[in-house]
C-alpha cells in the first residue's frame, strides 16, 4: 500500500483505521482479530499509554484456554469474583422470568444475567458479542448461582452507516478495493487481476448477503475460513465435527433455536470430515437451503444465516488446477452431501486453488478498518435490499433456471454492496461483479452434469454479450475452437490472437479483445501479472506517440475509453512479448479497421513504434501451426532464429516486422486502404 492511499485511509476513518500488522504479532492468537484490533485501536485512540505488549499481555492474564477452563471455575468459585475475556451470549427465559448467559469456555454453566445489562447492550441478544466479563459466584441461595454482575465489550455495536458511505466518495474502485481487502487481513499485492481480488471478497459476500450458500475447495492452507471468522462474531465455526438437528437447527428439549437461528454465517469447514448422524438433518438443510425455513419437531421458524463449506483438494502436479482424478469437484463431501439436489442449492463455488496459501507475503501490511468496525458494516450492508432488485430488474440472464439466476442475482448484490456501499454504481464494474457471480454458478452447474448427466446438460450461463470466463478450469476447449474458427475465417475489429509460452514449457494461443467506449483513459481485464500490465500501457503510450501516422489522432484515441480485456492469457513466461498485438487491437478498436483473418503476433514494443525481440519463436509458431493460423508475424530481429524451423516455416508464412507501421501495414492495411480491396 503506498503512502498516500494509507493517508487517506486515515484521514477519512480517524481511529477506525489501524495497522493491520499489528494484531498479528505473536501473543494475540488467544482472541478473534477483530478484538486484539479492537483494543489496539481503543489504547491508541485513548491515549491510554498502553503499548502493545500490555495490551498483549491483558488478554494472557484474562483469557481461559479449553485446559485451563478448570482452574478459573475452581479460582471463581474460592475468590468469589474473577474477570473473563469471552464471547457472551444471552437468552431470555420468560417461562423463569430471567436472562441467561453462557460463555462457551465454562462448559455451558448458566451465567444469571441482570435486565440492565441487556437494556445496555441489546446485542447480546443476537449472536453475542466479545468482551469483558466480571463474574461473581454467589452461594447466598437454595444452591450457587453464578451472576454475570459486569461487562464491557470489546466490539463497537452500532457502526454509524452514513459516515461509511459517505467515505466511499473519497476512493477510486481501485483504491476501495486495496482498503477492503487490506482491511479483510490480506496484502492487495497478493492478487494481481481485478477478478482474483473479487473472488477474495467473495468470501465476505455470505456475511452482507443473506441465505448466500457458496462452497471452496481449495489446497491446504490457503485461508478458506481464515477470514469469516476472524471478522465478525456473527460467524460460528464447525469444523469436521459431529453436526445434529439440535445444534444446527431447533433444540426441541431447551426449546431453543440453533446455531442458524442465532448467526448470520456458518462454516462448516473441513467438510470432508463431517458427520451426519441423523438423517433426517439432510433434508431439513436442503429445506432451509432453498426456502430459509427452519421447521423441526412442528416448530417453523425463518432464518436468514448463509452457509459456506470449506474443505481440501488434491490438486495436479502443476498445482493449478484440482486432480483429474475427481471424477467431479463434489466428490470430496460427505456422502450425505455429495447429492445434485444439494449441490443445486449451493449458490456458488469458489476456485481455492487459485488463491495464494496464507504466508507473511500474503498478510496485511498496511492500513486498514479495525476488524470489528468493518464485520459489524458488514453486517449492517445484509440489510440493504436495493442492490438485489437493482440487479434483478436489469435482468438479462441466458440459459438460466430459477435457481441459477437466484444464485447469480445474489452474489452480484452482493458484491456491489462491497464496492459501492454508497449505491452509486458503476457500469464496468457492476460488469465485472457480474462476470464473478455467473463464474461461481457455472462451476456448480458444472459439476452437476457429471453427477447427474440424465437430468442436467450442459449450457453456458451467461448475461447478454458476457465476454468468456477466464477461470481456467472453465475455459473448456470448445471455447478455444468456436474463437480459432472465428478469428480464422474473418476479418475481426479490435481482437487478435497473440502468441506466449506456457508455464509448461509448451506454446499456447490467447485473444486481445478492445474496445473504443465512452469514458476516458485505459481499461484493462483478464490481467494474470504486472508484466503484461506494463506491455498494455506501453502500447497504449505508443499508440498516443504514433497514432498520428497511423489514422489514430492522440485526440481521437483520448475521447474514449479504451477498453482490453485479454483471454486465455497467462503471464508470460519468456518475460514481455505482446506489445504488437496489444497495439493492433487498441488501433482497430479506435479507428473500426479491421484485422486481417488468420494472422498471430508475438513481439514487444518501445514507445517510440520499435518492435523489440521475444524468447521462445519455436513454441509459438508451433502454436499458431496447430491453432491453424496462416500468418505470423515476430520481430526482426528473431528472424535469424527461423534457420533452424524449417519444418514450421514450410507450414506458415512468417513476416519479420521491425516497427509497429510495418505490422499495421500487413495486419491492416495501408492507412485508408479496405482490405477487401487489396
Partial sequence: MDASLREKIERVFGSLAVDKRQA????????????????????????????????????????????????????????????????????????????VARIAQLDGHELMVSDGLVSRYPELLYGGLWGSAVLRYDTAGARPVIHLDDFTPYQLTRPDMNMFREARHDFTLDEWLELLITSAGYRPEAFASLRHRLLVLCRLVPLVQPNLNLIE??????????????????TFLLAGARATPA?????????????????????????????????????ALKDYMESGNISRGGRALVGDCSFVFTGNIELDPDGRLPNRAYRHLFEVLPTDLCDPAVADRIHGFLPGWELPKIRDSVLADGAGLVSDYFGEVLGELRKDITFHDYVQGNGGLEHATIRDQTAVYRITAGLLKLMYPD??????????????????????????????????????????????????????????????????????????????????????????????VQGSGLSVTGLRGQVLEQSVRAAYDALLNLGEHLGLPADRLRSKKMSVHLVNIAEPKDGPSAGVAFALAM????????????????????????????????????????????????????????????????????????????????????????????
Avoid: W
Fill in 247 to 283: 445444534a444446527l437447527l431447533y433444540d426441541l428439549a431447551r426449546r431453543q433455536v440453533g446455531i442458524v437461528g442465532r448467526k448470520k454465517v456458518v462454516i462448516f469447514d473441513e467438510i470432508g470430515a463431517t458427520v451426519f448422524p441423523d438423517k433426517s438433518l439432510i433434508a
Fill in 217 to 234: 475447495m481449495g489446497p491446504r492452507g490457503t485461508g478458506k475460513s481464515y477470514l469469516l471468522r476472524n471478522l465478525s462474531a456473527r
Fill in 423 to 516: 449505491g452509486r454504481v458503476e457500469e464496468d464494474g457492476y460488469r465485472e461483479a457480474q462476470q464473478v457471480a455467473v463464474e461461481l454458478r457455472q462451476r456448480v452447474h458444472n459439476q452437476m452434469v457429471t453427477m447427474a448427466p440424465g437430468e442436467y446438460r450442459p449450457k453456458a450461463i451467461r448475461f447478454h454479450a458476457m465476454r468468456p470466463h477466464e477461470a481456467p478450469d472453465l475455459a473448456s476447449p470448445g471455447d478455444l475452437e468456436e474463437q480459432d474458427v472465428e478469428v480464422n475465417q474473418q476479418a475481426m475489429v479490435g481482437k487478435i490472437t497473440i502468441l506466449f509460452v506456457c508455464d509448461t514449457g509448451g506454446g499456447g494461443v490467447g485473444f486481445v479483445e478492445c474496445a473504443h
Fill in 587 to 678: 488501433l482497430s478498436a479506435a479507428t473500426g479497421r479491421p484485422i486481417r483473418p488468420a494472422i498471430a503476433v508475438t513481439g514487444e514494443l518501445s514507445i517510440h513504434g520499435n518492435v523489440n525481440p521475444v524468447g521462445g519463436i519455436a513454441e509459438k509458431l508451433s502454436a499458431a501451426v496447430e491453432h491453424k493460423r496462416q500468418v505470423v508475424l515476430i520481430p526482426a530481429a528473431n528472424a535469424m532464429d527461423l534457420a533452424r524451423l524449417p519444418d514450421l516455416t514450410t507450414k506458415i508464412e512468417v513476416v519479420p516486422v521491425q516497427t509497429l507501421g510495418q505490422a499495421v501495414e500487413r495486419a491492416m492495411g495501408k492507412v485508408g486502404t479496405e482490405l477487401s480491396g487489396e
Fill in 24 to 99: 498479528l504479532q505473536a501473543g494475540f492468537e488467544l482472541m478473534p482479530r477483530f478484538v486484539t484490533e479492537f483494543l489496539l485501536a481503543t489504547a491508541r485512540a485513548q491515549n491510554t499509554g498502553l503499548s502493545v505488549e500490555e495490551v498483549r499481555d491483558r488478554i494472557r492474564k484474562f483469557s481461559v484456554d479449553a485446559d485451563r477452563k478448570g482452574e478459573f471455575i475452581s479460582r471463581l468459585m474460592r475468590e468469589g469474583t474473577a474477570r473473563l475475556i469471552a464471547l457472551v451470549e444471552v437468552d431470555p427465559r420468560p417461562d423463569r422470568n430471567l436472562h
